[in-house]
């Protein structure tokens, strides 16, 4: 049995910063690509970033690019969302998602799913 595991701080001030954390827990191959959604109540799961299995690719969406930065740690079998300057639009539960295949901005392309966290920013 494979599961995603998210962890981290969800209530900030704007402007603050959170990192969540989602592990890769049991039997798992080698090559994950990760990403990253969120979602707000009473509407559609949104893509945030996702990263290659070495972390060496990155996408990140226009709303997030160059607030939010995506890292991994393979040896923990685990990958970050590192959130910074956060606004209060950034209100949403966040979930890490994985896939045995390529990496996309599409959420029915990920296999794996984590439980999501609640991330509110407050002004």
């Known amino acids: 049995q494979v599961r995603l595991i998210e962890s981290g701080r969800g209530l900030v001030q704007a402007g603050d910063s959170v990192k969540l954390s989602c592990e890769l827990s049991g039997r798992t191959g080698s090559s994950y690509a990760m990403g990253w959604f969120r979602q707000v109540s009473g509407q559609e799961r949104e893509f945030v970033g996702y990263t290659s299995w070495l972390g060496r690719s990155t996408s990140y969406a226009d709303s997030v690019k160059g607030r939010f930065t995506i890292a991994r740690d393979n040896a923990k079998n685990t990958v970050y969302l590192e959130m910074n300057s956060l606004k209060p639009e950034d209100t949403a539960v966040y979930y890490c998602?994985?896939?045995?295949?390529?990496?996309?901005?599409?959420?029915?392309?990920?296999?794996?799913w984590g439980q999501g966290t609640q991330v509110t920013v407050y002004s």
């Open positions: 998602a994985a896939t045995a295949g390529m990496m996309s901005t599409n959420a029915r392309r990920y296999e794996l």
